[in-house]
């Protein structure tokens, strides 16, 4: 069964640093992956994903993500951090379309920035 | 594109009645779309998915007569919470599925509803 971990519950950086958030995965094959951004009391907002191809992948609102298979991670990167980054940040794994196309969910990050 | 609606945004009701909650695929057609439930500070929980024009899939300890999936159109799917009691509060999530080609789907997420059972 695919699973996802997420080491870090909570992280806190200064506004202008950079950011990372790790993400690893557990999958027999090659794994869709997801990140997810989820402000306080919203849904989620896809960030990037990354299906196959070149293993960096850029997503909206500056961040990127580095897909390594030897490590069998997916981390979230992000050069300069903004305060509106604060939020709950969500790593998923995808069952392909043919095995009904569900997401597996790690545990969550939550960044907090200061000023 | 691809935006997911959710109604209501939040209900409050009383222990014992039913609350339906609807996801609505606004701008394509869903054939599959997810019902999560996420408590606070945790992560989403896949509660069941739902085909259009077939019974749902629950996930395993998901109570199927409790939690009511209807997706009754390509772009309309509810979860209807039964004889509700207050450990059924919680935050539902939508998602539905835009297809583009086999490996390629991408899950959108609706806003969310907060259920609060009194």
């Known amino acids: 069964a695919q699973s996802v971990t997420q080491p870090d519950i909570h992280i806190t950086v200064s506004e202008g640093a950079s950011l990372e958030l790790r993400c690893n995965y557990s999958?027999?094959?090659?794994?869709?992956l997801f990140w997810y951004v989820q402000s306080p009391g919203q849904g989620l907002q896809l960030l990037l994903k990354?299906?196959?191809?070149?293993?960096l992948v850029q997503g909206i609102k500056g961040f990127e993500a580095e897909f390594k298979r030897s490590q069998s991670s997916f981390n979230l990167r992000k050069p300069s951090v903004h305060w509106s980054d604060a939020a709950e940040y969500f790593c998923a794994v995808g069952y392909p379309y043919n095995q009904g196309g569900k997401l597996i969910f790690g545990q969550g990050t939550e960044l907090s920035v200061k000023p | 594109g691809a935006v997911v609606s959710q109604h209501p945004s939040w209900v409050i009701c009383k222990s014992g009645t039913s609350v339906k909650i609807e996801c609505r695929s606004l701008d394509f057609q869903a054939t599959t779309m997810f019902w999560y439930r996420q408590f606070p500070k945790q992560s989403l929980m896949l509660m069941a998915t739902?085909?259009?024009?077939?019974?749902?899939?629950?996930e395993q300890g998901v109570e199927k007569d409790k939690f009511l999936i209807n997706h009754a159109s390509l772009t309309l799917s509810t979860l209807t919470v039964t004889s509700a009691h207050p450990e059924d509060s919680s935050f539902y999530i939508c998602?539905?599925?835009?297809?583009?080609?086999?490996?390629?789907?991408?899950?959108?997420f609706g806003p969310g509803t907060r259920l609060t059972v009194l």
């Open positions: 739902s085909n259009e024009g077939s019974k749902a899939t629950y």
């Open positions: 998602s539905a599925r835009a297809p583009g080609g086999l490996g390629t789907d991408t899950q959108y």
């Open positions: 990354y299906f196959s191809g070149d293993t």
């Open positions: 999958y027999g094959a090659t794994p869709y």
